[in-house]
């Protein structure tokens, strides 16, 4: 199996900066895409940002200019730097690997994480 692990978290103030990452473990080989996304009281999932194994990446419209994903394949870890932090960034972000593939065969899988609380407020 592979579990997500997630860091990062926490309260910050308007205009701040917060890093998040997670790491991906467990029989794998290899993971297409890496990416975050995050869920508001009341609100649907959407996108904060996604890229993919060789370097290519989305951001959702809201996030474009001030967030920043980058990933390590080495580690199979995904960062979210995210810079100018708005009270509506407040969410559980949820860390995704997409396109994974075990050491065991062929089938690709899709897992989230458990998700880390992101609070901006003065």
């Known amino acids: 199996q592979v579990q997500l692990a997630e860091s990062g978290g926490g309260l910050v103030q308007p205009g701040g900066s917060l890093g998040l990452s997670c790491t991906a473990s467990?029989?794998?080989?290899?993971?297409?895409?890496l990416g975050w996304y995050r869920q508001a009281p009341g609100k649907e999932r959407e996108l904060v940002a996604i890229?993919?194994?060789?370097?290519?990446?989305s951001y959702g419209d809201s996030v474009k200019g001030r967030f920043t994903i980058t990933r390590d394949n080495a580690k199979n870890t995904v960062y979210l730097q995210m810079n100018s932090l708005r009270p509506e960034d407040t969410a559980v972000y949820y860390c995704?690997?997409?396109?994974?593939?075990?050491?065991?065969?062929?089938?690709?899988?899709?897992?989230w994480g458990q998700g880390t609380q992101v609070t901006v407020s003065s």
């Open positions: 995704n690997a997409d396109g994974v593939i075990l050491n065991t065969g062929h089938d690709e899988y899709e897992y």
């Open positions: 890229i993919r194994k060789m370097g290519t990446t």
């Open positions: 467990g029989n794998i080989f290899s993971i297409y895409a």
